[in-house]
């Protein structure tokens, strides 16, 4: 044990679960280091960028093998204290190494090590003699004028990212412009307040201003709450509320939604009613974007925060609320890497600030609904639609025996027309895209299967290809079976592509957008779409899940869910929940007007009782009836699970990795903790690679972190962990 001199100890970014310690840099004797800075450190044959975790005067290393720490790169701690403890946390309960979670809450400049500061956007803009400048003065250099013009539009600049795709090679024109002194360089702020006029806040209902004022009385001291809202009741009115009175407070208010899609529609919400500068956080954002977004909501120059799963790691000076929209939705769950939770991580942070945490759903997950029961959280509800608009009618249309023309139905086909006559938008959701989940021979039965996953191709006629929707391989259709040589293959099943194919013959005078992964990849192009629906552009719109929760369409007046019953004859226990949920969800797009909204539903199990119970007595009662199986199955939320993963390009390296893990196990399965496996899950082979399985269940929680601790340390003693990649996933919501 070595004391006397300052010890660092640094969180690496290697999947390694404990941090290391180095000596200051040389010639320095610590003066000034703090906890929370960032420091580059030699680590192997590489450069590395830490963070210092803590300072102690002993080491267990010797002084002499000690390294000294390259740089310190900042002079005041970029992670203050209680996001380091939640940081501290997350790795703990998620047992993944704390060099990685630190590295997930950090942007990706300053993973690079650079500086953490924010210098704006270089822009440019036109000075005043640039103004009083005439087309003839500048005849002989056309491309000049044409700039100077579009910097005449633009009062507040235009960036280099604008201008490469408003004049190509503008470089050199703004150039001379500069050197005649009519346009000049500048930095605007990274984040600029919208300086319109403020939305006038609408008069909230009786069940609002309840809900509104349960949280008000509550804002010194740290309440999670439950909000229970159905599809159009106002949910967001709510939120905008609550962040009004928090900002008037000098506070902050951090909004998680589920999707990327989800923000641009609640940003608007939020920049309309609150002039002033608002911090966006998601992966569709350029570095410097989310790079600002963070810096500034540190500094506490924002109010407002809103963002998809990782802005739960946003620094806060001023934490006065936390939000989670849509809570239920399993988005909130990343699942590579740091499979963390991040509702649940936003719940902790809450009570590490004393502050309250309001999760709002239309379709509360069984897991907050069980909360409720053990008085952990408090339930709010709000049963009535904004406005007076009347929830949707539902009507079950038992496809058994009947034609199906591309997955519709001829009483959905009906429907539609009367609709579409009647000046309504018809919504149709499928939660699978492409052409055709499977190409068939029908001759000798093959079917084109992925070469690297357990799983068939799914037909993709636009592209002309076939894909794989696991592991992203792509071929060319074959034009015979190799198998038999026949030239009879055939599409079976329907995804959104062959859905669309088929509408639009049949209403080939109608406008019809289609909205899901293939539709989507450029950025921007999802609100785009979505800005088309909102004007009224196109009649029928047909979707997956993307287009299942959160977004408004007022003029969609039916609502038809091609195929339910996916999640009827699913192997995870979890399928009827996400049935129900999706149900809900996308039935709440319609009628939210002053029109009347019907949802039809086609299935093949009219008569299942969960889903009669869901439509005859709504999302509460499923919720109820859900809960009681799931505890007389003993599954969570009334039991805790951690699912280790194990793959290998061989089957018997993962399967003798694990049987390895159990055996070396002390911590023998009792009474309320059971070791199941190890054993292949339902898609045993995907991307290449053959994956095997082992289940811990637990009737209570410390038992279950007291064997995953054991498991650490059995992971770091076994030389089979190189043979085999592994993760842990404590409360798995996939175990596939």
């Not at 270089?122 to 491309?143: E, F, M, Y």
């Not at 235009?158 to 930095?187: C, D, E, F, I």
């Not at 899901?516 to 609100?527: L, P, S, Y």
């Not at 049935?579 to 709440?588: E, K």
Request: with cysteine.
């Amino acid at each position: 044990m070595m004391s006397g001199s300052l010890i660092l100890q640094v969180a690496v970014p290697f999947p390694l679960y404990d941090t290391f310690d180095y000596l200051p840099p040389p010639g320095s004797t610590g003066a000034g280091i703090k906890v929370g800075m960032r420091v580059r450190v030699n680590f192997g044959r590489r450069q590395v960028i830490g963070v210092i975790m803590g300072l102690n005067d002993q080491s267990r290393v010797a002084q002499n093998r000690l390294k000294r720490v390259v740089e310190v790169l900042d002079s005041v701690p970029v992670l203050e204290q209680k996001l380091l403890q939640l940081l501290r946390w997350s790795s703990a309960y998620y047992h993944f190494p704390i060099g990685e979670v630190v590295s997930t809450a950090l942007p990706k400049r300053l993973r690079q090590g650079q500086k953490a500061v924010v210098d704006g956007e270089v822009v440019w803009r036109i000075t005043d003699p640039g103004r009083l400048i005439v087309s003839d003065q500048l005849k002989r250099a056309p491309k000049q004028l044409a700039l100077l013009q579009l910097l005449n539009k633009s009062p507040a600049g235009l960036g280099g990212a604008v201008l490469n795709q408003l004049q190509y090679h503008w470089r050199p024109a703004m150039k001379g412009l500069s050197q005649k002194g009519l346009v000049q360089k500048t930095n605007r702020p990274c984040l600029v307040p919208d300086h319109g006029p403020a939305d006038h806040a609408p008069q909230l209902n009786g069940q609002q201003s309840y809900v509104v004022n349960a949280v008000s009385s509550r804002l010194e001291e740290f309440t999670a709450f439950l909000l229970a809202g159905v599809t159009g009741s106002g949910k967001t009115e709510v939120y905008l509320n609550l962040a009004d009175q928090i900002l008037k407070k000098g506070r902050q208010v951090l909004v998680l939604v589920p999707e990327i899609g989800l923000t641009p529609q609640l940003v608007s919400r939020f920049r309309r009613r609150f002039p002033l500068p608002l911090a966006v956080l998601h992966s569709g954002l350029s570095d410097s974007q989310r790079h600002c977004a963070w810096y500034m909501a540190g500094l506490g120059e924002v109010g407002v925060v809103i963002g998809t799963r990782s802005a739960v790691f946003t620094p806060l000076a001023r934490p006065g609320l936390i939000i989670v929209d849509e809570e239920h939705d399993a988005s909130f769950k990343q699942q590579e890497g740091f499979r963390y939770n991040a509702r649940d991580i936003s719940v902790y942070r809450a009570r590490q600030y004393g502050i309250p945490v309001l999760l709002g759903s239309a379709t509360p997950s069984l897991e907050s609904l069980r909360n409720v029961q053990l008085h952990r959280y408090r339930l709010l509800k709000l049963r009535e639609r904004a406005g007076g608009a009347s929830l949707p009618g539902f009507e079950v249309i038992d496809i058994r025996s009947r034609k199906i023309e591309d997955g519709v139905s001829k009483p959905l086909f009906e429907e539609m027309y009367r609709h579409l006559e009647a000046d309504g938008q018809v919504l149709l959701f499928l939660n699978r895209r492409g052409f055709a989940p499977v190409l068939i021979c029908h001759q000798c039965g093959w079917a084109v299967s992925c070469e690297r996953c357990d799983a068939f191709m799914t037909v993709h006629v636009a592209h002309r290809s076939l894909r794989c929707h696991h592991c992203g391989a792509q071929r060319s259709r074959p034009q015979s079976c190799p198998d038999c040589g026949s030239l009879d293959l055939r599409e079976l099943g329907a995804g959104t592509e062959r859905l669309e194919q088929g509408l639009r013959q049949r209403f080939n005078d109608t406008s019809i957008i289609r909205i899901d992964r293939d539709t989507t990849r450029r950025r921007g192009e999802m609100q785009t779409k979505l800005e088309q629906i909102h004007r009224g552009e196109h009649r029928i719109l047909i979707g997956t899940q993307m287009l299942s929760k959160g977004h408004d369409f007022p003029e969609v007046t039916l609502v038809g869910i091609i195929n339910v019953d996916y999640g009827l004859y699913s192997t995870d226990f979890r399928a009827t929940e996400r049935m129900a949920q999706l149900i809900v969800q996308v039935a709440g797009r319609a009628g939210r007007a002053g029109k009347p909204g019907k949802v039809i539903l086609q299935t093949h199990q009219p008569e299942h009782p969960l889903l009669q119970l869901l439509l005859s007595r709504g999302y509460e009662a499923f919720g109820e009836a859900a809960l009681q199986d799931r505890r007389c199955a003993d599954l969570p939320p009334y039991r805790h699970m951690a699912l280790l993963r194990a793959e290998g390009a061989q089957p018997h390296a993962p399967q003798a990795f694990l049987e390895q893990v159990r055996s070396s196990t002390t911590k023998a399965p009792c009474k309320g903790l059971n070791i199941l496996g190890p054993a292949p899950p339902p898609m045993e082979r995907r991307s290449g690679m053959y994956r095997v399985h082992l289940l811990a269940i637990a009737e209570r929680r410390g038992p279950l972190m007291e064997l995953l601790d054991e498991w650490i340390i059995i992971f770091k003693s076994m030389r089979s962990t190189r043979k085999v990649r592994w993760s842990l996933d404590v409360d798995p919501i996939d175990l596939s």
